[in-house]
């Protein structure tokens, strides 16, 4: 267990919806990392946030947008849900965000757009 | 921009075969930090390993092993003796040593399946 817990698990909706997947890093660890695993693409980071603060961004479309709370809590709200967007979504965390640090990820999100 | 290159996209061994599984990391940068995953089949990402470009030695920990080469930007993973429970997706990643560069990239996996 990584102590990165990511809710839901899986998720069903319909094109042009939005939803919103959610984040706890492990306890202590600061910064906070969105990938996208699809079958074509691979693993692909989408962005990072560091104590509340965005730090760096991927290759993260228009239509997402993440936050990071008080509490270190991150959310990654996808809108206007395309087919193409059906992927598992992982979080990951690290203690300081220093380039060194080993990512752990949650278990992933499985997002299906019918 | 980087770039992470494992050019096996799936290996099948028998149980006990060793196999090794090839990383390529490309970058201007002269420090970086390399790393292995490991994803089974129920689809988590489990941290394997974590290497600095400045520490050429290899390491082992207990059927694994690794061996960093920086002249050819090389960071192969080796199984030895290997389980069914080896089987899974192992992916190699990298990162630079800062700056908006720094973000973990990883090549697109290489799928082992070992038979019994």
């Known amino acids: 267990d990584s102590g990165v817990t990511q809710t839901p698990k899986h998720l069903i909706t319909a094109t042009g919806q939005r939803v919103t997947l959610r984040c706890s890093p492990r306890?202590?660890?600061?910064?906070v990392y969105w990938y996208q695993q699809s079958l074509d693409q691979g693993l692909q980071f989408l962005i990072q946030?560091?104590?509340?603060?965005?730090?760096a961004k991927g290759n993260i479309l228009e239509r997402f947008s993440a936050q990071q709370f008080p509490d270190l809590h991150s959310e990654l709200n996808l809108s206007s849900l395309e087919l193409g967007d059906s992927a598992l979504y992982f979080c990951?965390?690290?203690?300081?965000?220093?380039?060194?640090?080993?990512?752990?990820f949650g278990n992933g999100t499985r997002l299906t757009v019918t | 921009a980087q770039k992470v290159t494992q050019a096996q996209t799936e290996i099948s061994v028998v149980e006990k075969e060793d196999v090794t599984l090839d990383c390529v990391y490309e970058?201007?940068?002269?420090?970086?930090?390399l790393f292995w995953y490991k994803q089974p089949p129920s689809g988590e990402l489990v941290f394997l390993i974590r290497?600095?470009?400045?520490?050429?030695q290899n390491e082992i920990s207990g059927r694994y092993s690794w061996n960093f080469q920086k002249s050819t930007s090389s960071f192969n993973f080796t199984i030895t003796a290997s389980q069914v429970v080896d089987s899974a997706v192992y992916f190699c990643?990298?990162?630079?040593?800062?700056?908006?560069?720094?973000?973990?990239?990883f090549g697109k996996g290489t799928k082992l399946s070992v038979k019994p």
């Open positions: 990951a965390s690290s203690g300081t965000g220093a380039n060194s640090s080993p990512l752990h």
């Open positions: 306890s202590g660890d600061l910064s």
């Open positions: 946030y560091y104590n509340g603060e965005e730090r």
């Open positions: 970058t201007r940068d002269t420090t970086y930090y």
């Open positions: 290497r600095n470009s400045f520490d050429e």
């Open positions: 990643g990298g990162r630079n040593y800062g700056g908006s560069q720094g973000n973990l990239i």
